[in-house]
């Protein structure tokens, strides 16, 4: 096969990161959790066929040569994960509260139970070094359009109003 994704090449790190921005929106946008396993496999597969790096035997050669490191390895990413989606777990409660703080209903019915949101947890504490990344990112840019969009609220409400108020008065 030709190998045109050559560690350290253009095309290698294009393809790099195109799946990692890929993995990104399926993440975080999607909110899917099995798709993203799927394409980084597929990634692999390709950086095998296509390429000069075979993740699939460097795991393994890596655990059967180290498998106590591995198994650290692996037991760390496991409690990182599961701490990362307790803050995460943290700042959605937060995120729920200032949405329906101001409710007229009872704060009761929008309290966030795990129950709910298992699948939101095993997401976060799966691929949580793509989420740490993507909060970190993302977490400040929010805030500002947030406070944007509070400081502006006057002037976007009259926009809305004289749009809408022609077709109601209809």
Known sequence: MGEILIFGSFWFW?????IIIYV????????????PVVVLIIAAV??????????????FDYALNSPVS????????????TLYGIYRWYKFCLWTYEMYRSST???????????????????????????IVWSIINDPITKVFRWAAKRLQSILNSISDRIFNKIISK
């Open 46 to 59: 390709a950086l095998k066929f296509f390429g000069t790096v075979n993740i699939f035997k460097d795991i």
């Open 70 to 81: 591995f198994l650290l390895y692996i037991v760390l990413y496991f409690v990182c994960g």
């Open 14 to 18: 294009s393809f790099i990161a195109l």
């Open 105 to 131: 209903t009872d704060m009761q019915v929008h309290k966030p139970k795990i129950e709910k949101h298992v699948e939101d947890f095993i997401r976060w504490a799966s691929y949580w070094p793509i989420s």
């Open 24 to 35: 990104f929106a399926l993440i975080e946008h999607y909110e899917n959790a099995v798709a």
